[in-house]
């Protein structure tokens, strides 16, 4: 399955960087922020074919939704996401991502990462660690929110649908600075290669974000909800992405505003 996905991730990113500076046509999803164009979907058709192909029994979540998506996460499924950040894939042509996670049984057991235009491909193994380009990846430092450099978008500190926004002020006021790449599957692959210390977003789908909380939870970090709770692999969600001692402590954060 590794070998597989890897091939066809190769493949795919082939694909794009060739279509990148041609005419494509790009069309507005749910709002206006919320971008799909052709080569999305020509990359989705892509890789649904060639899971199918070696694999005609397994189910694929695929976000433009190319394939049916299954029911149940009972055997073994893909998280698709054909570009992560397509808005940057539009407007800067670089920082977006092919972003692949397979679940057997409801368990993640690869995660894989490929930033298209600094051919980085980022991949974790259950058990088997993460790694960089085939280079093994460090477990992740445990660091306070003072001492942490996080990647967040500012749409969670001004007035928004999901979250009150005084709440993560305090977070991004104490922390060392703040960050946001505009791709949430990068910016989990680079908490997992210590070039960020933390990940927080309060509108994350699993093909977001399956991928990259294995990379990081194979370096000894956490990835779950702004809640504290696990993911659940079904719809969207909230993602607070970093070490333990991160999590931990912007979860304190929170509670103690809550409560305030
Ligand atoms: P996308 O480019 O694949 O749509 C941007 O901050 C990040 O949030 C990207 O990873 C983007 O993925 C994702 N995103 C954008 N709109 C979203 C939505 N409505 N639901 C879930 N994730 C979304
Ligand atoms: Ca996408």
Redesign the pocket.
């Known amino acids: 399955m590794q070998e597989l996905a890897i091939d066809l991730i190769k493949r795919a990113g082939n694909y794009i960087r060739k279509e990148i500076d041609h005419a494509y046509a790009i069309e507005e999803k749910?709002n206006r922020?919320?971008?799909v164009t052709e080569i999305d979907k020509e990359v989705e058709r892509m890789l649904i074919k060639g899971i199918g192909e070696v694999y005609p029994d397994h189910g694929i979540f695929g976000?433009e939704g190319m394939a049916e998506r299954p029911k149940t996460l009972d055997g073994t499924v893909w998280f698709v996401?054909p570009?992560?950040?397509?808005?940057n894939f539009i407007r800067q042509k670089r920082l977006?991502a092919i972003s692949i996670a397979i679940m057997v049984d409801g368990v993640l057991m690869f995660g894989f990462v490929y930033d298209v235009m600094a051919d980085e491909l980022f991949h974790a193994r259950r058990g088997g660690g993460s790694f960089m380009n085939g280079v093994r990846l460090a477990r992740l430092e445990e660091k306070e929110v003072k001492d942490a450099l996080l990647c967040m978008?500012a749409t969670w500190v001004t007035r928004n649908r999901r979250i009150d926004p005084s709440l993560l002020g305090p977070v991004v006021t104490d922390s060392i600075g703040c960050r946001a790449i505009?791709?949430?599957?990068l910016e989990l692959a680079w908490v997992a290669a210590g070039r960020v210390d933390g990940y927080i977003?309060m509108?994350?789908?699993p093909w977001?974000y399956a991928a990259g909380q294995l990379l990081i939870e194979e370096l000894g970090g956490v990835v779950g909800s702004i809640e504290g709770t696990p993911m659940d692999f079904m719809g969207?969600t909230s993602v607070l992405a970093g070490s333990r001692t991160f999590v931990e402590d912007v979860l304190t954060y929170l509670g103690d505003e809550k409560n305030a």
């Open positions: 749910t922020s919320d971008l976000e996401d570009i992560d950040g397509t808005m977006f978008n505009g791709a949430a599957s977003t509108r994350n789908m977001d969207q």
